[in-house]
């Protein structure tokens, strides 16, 4: 199955070091709680992969795949989630924890205690000018939260998505069920990202971020959760 394509005003390729590198994203279905995430990338992925390539996934299939992704009518914000979604910097790429609903999800996943002193230190950082703070200390769980925005494809328009449980362990199935292919799944918008699991592990986190860092599956209804790297 062909299904490489470079999204619209994305490059194709890009210059990290002395290194350029082919970043082609992949097209799938609309991914569920029925799907198994191997399974996607064996069918989507399997036939063209070549040696060398390494496997992107977004976090938020994985999450999907896991059972993840709440719907936004099950989701009861309590008053501190109301609070404290007030104090987040809203920006055009995406919600994050500026809604009740994430945040509350945030409180869930993270505890009242991290999110508070997050919140704490977050303060402290912005009478420094310092923006970034409260992710650094609440962590991948609250950073990997997704609420609907505009461009959200249905059904997840009503949706808040959790990070990925186990990323680490899920990149080792995905490599196996592929044949030993390197894989790894990312947390990257059109501001900046993370690599959440690799493997194998000793891959270059930092690299990949490098070579990810303007978000080649794009941040609206491109329909591309994963692609390929290339050297």
């Known amino acids: 199955m062909e299904c490489l394509t470079v999204n619209e005003k994305k490059n194709e390729k ?4 002395e290194n350029q590198y082919a970043r082609l994203a992949i097209k799938t279905h609309i991914i569920t709680n029925e799907d198994d995430i191997c399974e996607v990338a064996k069918k989507y992925a399997g036939d063209v992969l070549q040696e060398g390539d390494i496997l992107f996934i977004t976090e938020k299939i994985v999450a999907c ?3 993840r992704a709440i ?4 989701i009861k914000p309590r008053k501190l989630a109301k609070f404290l979604c007030k ?9 994050g924890l500026g809604i009740p609903e994430t945040m509350e999800m945030a409180l869930r996943e993270c505890g009242i205690v991290r999110i508070l002193f997050a919140a704490g230190v977050s303060a402290v950082g912005k009478l420094f000018g310092k923006r970034g703070w409260f992710y ?4 991948y769980r609250a ?6 925005c505009d461009c959200t494809i249905p059904p997840y328009n009503e949706y808040v998505v959790l990070g990925p449980d186990e990323p680490d362990a899920v990149a080792e199935k995905v490599s196996c069920a592929l044949g030993g292919a ?3 799944i990312t947390d990257i918008n059109d501001l900046d990202g993370q690599i959440l699991g690799a493997y194998p592990k000793d ?4 690299l990949m971020v490098k070579i990810l860092k303007d978000n080649p599956l794009g941040q609206e209804r491109q329909q591309t959760p994963m692609g390929i790297i290339r050297k």
């Open 65 to 67: 795949t896991q059972g």
């Open 182 to 184: 390197s894989v790894i």
């Open 203 to 206: 891959i270059d986190r930092d």
């Open 71 to 74: 719907p936004m009518k099950d």
């Open 136 to 139: 650094k200390v609440a962590g």
């Open 143 to 148: 950073r990997s939260i997704d609420g609907p």
């Open 87 to 95: 104090f987040v910097l809203k920006t055009p790429h995406g919600i």
């Open 14 to 17: 890009i210059t990290v070091g």
